[in-house]
Nanobody, 115 residues
């Protein structure tokens, strides 16, 4: 069982930046593809960005060029650097670890972009 704990969310003005972190328990972190999802009120959960154990990345179209996902396997942590934030980025951001059939979720961290 892997436990995921997100941190770094908060209130930020449009155009600002935040860095989210997701710390994982266990000793096999490097085998998991790590993904950030988000869910805004009344909307479906959507993929934000993912990173494989080898460092390959993928981004959702709404965040390309603004967000950067990275990981530190020595610290069992994945990061999401979010720049040029927009009000439409407001959502609960969830961390996911997957290496099928294993699939784990964090509790989420709220990001609010508002003036």
């Amino acid at each position: 069982q892997v436990q995921l704990v997100e941190s770094g969310g908060g209130l930020v003005q449009p155009g600002g930046s935040l860095r989210l972190s997701c710390a994982a328990s266990g000793s096999r972190f490097s085998i998991y593809t790590m993904t950030w999802y988000r869910q805004a009120p009344g909307k479906r959960r959507e993929l934000v960005a993912s990173i494989t154990g080898g460092g390959g990345t993928n981004y959702g179209d709404p965040v390309k060029g603004r967000f950067t996902i990275s990981r530190d396997n020595a610290k069992n942590t994945v990061y999401l650097r979010m720049n040029s934030l927009k009000p439409e980025d407001t959502a609960v951001y969830f961390c996911n670890a997957r290496s099928l059939p294993e699939n784990y979720w964090g509790q989420g961290t709220q990001v609010t972009v508002s003036a």
